[in-house]
T-cell receptor, first 110, second 110 residues
């Protein structure tokens, strides 16, 4: 069935380290979005990226739709990067419904 | 540009009561999505409204209902509240593109 899998489930970093989060999906997609949920519950849209590469400051994302995965890169991590990172996918022909991964929980220590 | 606004931010209700949660989308966004996030868990899709119509519904009982008004704002109603309805309720809006989330309503049922 339709699946969105994120890895790793948990990640602990020292401030200044780099990291890569992965999102695998099971079928063709119309769009893919990366979100960050901070410890207070606020969800921020980081990228809307059905294919290709985008960059926003220290964050960048790449989606390779033909190989059914997306990567989120965090460089020079800061404590404010802590929280949960979600990948959400709208599969082709799925009536615009977003399917969410279970998230990667990131803790950045000072 | 004003973001997605949700009210109230916190709501405490007694088991069996009804709760009404409100969401105002970003100007120009016609779709509103409701999600439930229980403590420590991922997002569970509740409802999607677009152009005043309910377009899709998640796997929730009928006591979860809502509507979208002509100005595209939306209400989520939860009847006959149960203790397990305690959660963060998130609203997002979009116009066939990236989702933007509100800050959520934290509902506590006692």
């Amino acid at each position: 069935g339709i699946q969105v899998e994120q890895s790793p489930p948990d990640l602990i970093l020292q401030e200044g380290a780099n990291s890569t989060l992965r999102c695998n999906f099971s079928d063709s997609v119309n769009n893919l979005q990366w979100f960050h949920q901070n410890p207070w519950g606020q969800l921020i849209n980081l990228f809307y990226i059905p294919s290709g590469t985008k960059q926003n400051g220290r964050l960048s994302a790449t989606t390779v739709a033909t190989e059914r995965y997306s990567l989120l890169y965090i460089s020079s991590s800061q404590t404010t990067d802590s929280g949960v990172y979600f990948c959400a996918v709208q599969f082709a022909g799925n009536n615009r419904k977003l399917i969410w991964g279970l998230g990667t929980s990131l803790a950045v220590n000072p | 540009e004003a973001g997605v606004t949700q009210s109230p931010t916190h709501l405490i209700k007694t088991r069996g009561q009804q709760a009404t949660l409100r969401c105002s989308p970003i100007s120009g966004h016609t779709s509103v999505y409701w999600y439930q996030q229980a403590l420590g868990l991922g997002l569970q899709f509740l409802l999607w409204y677009d152009e005043g119509e309910e377009r899709n519904r998640g796997n929730f009982p009928p006591r979860f209902s809502g509507r979208q008004f002509p100005n595209y704002s939306s209400e989520l109603n939860v009847n006959a509240l149960e203790l397990e309805d305690s959660a963060l309720y998130l609203c997002a809006s979009s116009r066939r593109g990236p989702y933007t989330f509100g800050s959520g309503t934290r509902l506590t049922v006692v």
